[in-house]
């Protein structure tokens, strides 16, 4: 089974800094996705990635880009980090029939 | 885009009953419904899913059903235990783009 790492669990960021979120997979997987997860709203796709230095937008990439130089690694990067961006960041390697999902970021933003 | 919403948000059932839990889709084109299981400070795991091509497929308590005319699909727990307890995740694709997620179901075990 692919093996999803993301680097930091807790996170706590000023408003206005840039935000870095790393995850490496151990699988050579083409596809690569981020997430964000909140209370009642289930998981939201924010950007995706299907090669190295492709990427696309999901549902809410407003206030995201991503960086993928290395297959193994997809970055997400808050351009100016906002209280709206406090949240759970799930980073997920796969294809259809299964996903495996990193242990997630919580990103607080103060 | 696809949009899915999941009924109920809550779910409350006693131990050896059945669970159902419903989701519907928007995008006629989507072909891959997985469901996803997550347990209190974990990730989302899957736990079984669907292609466009089936209509039902079970393994073991849980099943799940495919309505592709009326775009519904619905997940099916029978004899629950504790462990069943999560939240759980319906979710709707056509490849390759990503998974759309449904807002969840919390499942209460009541012993």
């Known amino acids: 089974d692919v093996k999803v790492t993301q680097s930091s669990r807790y996170l706590v960021k000023r408003t206005g800094e840039k935000v870095f979120l790393e995850c490496v997979q151990d699988m050579d997987h083409e596809n690569m996705f981020w997430y964000r997860q909140d209370p009642g709203l289930g998981l939201r796709l924010i950007y995706f990635?299907?090669?190295?230095?492709?990427?696309e937008k999901g549902d809410i990439p407003e206030g995201y880009s991503v960086s993928r130089e290395k297959k193994e690694r997809f970055s997400l990067i808050l351009e100016s980090a906002s209280t709206n961006q406090t949240s759970m960041y799930l980073c997920a390697v796969g294809a259809l029939g299964g996903y495996t999902f990193g242990s997630g970021t919580r990103l607080t933003v103060v | 885009g696809e949009n899915v919403e999941q009924h109920p948000s809550t779910l409350s059932v006693q131990e050896g009953d059945s669970a159902v839990i419903k989701c519907t889709y928007s995008?006629?084109?989507?072909?891959?419904f997985p469901w996803y299981k997550q347990e209190l400070g974990k990730r989302p795991q899957l736990i079984i899913d669907i292609r466009s091509n089936v209509g039902e497929k079970k393994d073991q308590r849980i099943a799940v059903t495919l309505n592709k005319t009326a775009k519904h699909f619905s997940l099916h727990i029978t004899e629950t235990q504790p462990e069943d307890s999560a939240v759980y995740f319906c979710a709707a694709s056509k490849s390759p783009d990503g998974l759309t997620f449904g807002k969840g179901t919390h499942l209460i075990i009541q012993p």
């Open positions: 990635s299907y090669d190295v230095k492709m990427k």
């Open positions: 995008d006629s084109a989507s072909n891959y």
